[in-house]
């Protein structure tokens, strides 16, 4: 049997996953972004709940800290003009 590392995974293969469901008010962050593990452990002071050894970190995070996506504004062509004057 093959032992993962991180260097033998692909850049596709190290993925980010976020779970949760309704009723709990935890979310679970599966990741092997390296940025994605130092601000949840810096910026939150949250420890993984797993390491896999090959890069991979899972955390338990509240709801609360996930925001949904936002659509990006549509400016008109005077709006931007203006707002690069300032």
Aim: glycine letters at 4%; aromatic letters at 6%; proline letters at 6%.
């Amino acid at each position: 049997m093959t032992r993962l590392t991180e260097n033998s995974l692909s850049r596709a293969e190290r993925e980010t996953i976020i779970s949760f469901s309704e009723a709990p008010d935890d979310a679970c962050i599966f990741t092997y972004s390296r940025t994605w593990q130092k601000h949840i452990e810096q910026r939150f002071k949250i420890k993984p709940e797993l390491d896999n050894g090959a890069g991979g970190k899972q955390y338990l995070i509240p709801k609360k800290r996930i925001r949904l996506p936002v659509p990006q504004r549509e400016l008109s062509i005077e709006t931007r003009q203006r707002l690069a004057e300032r």
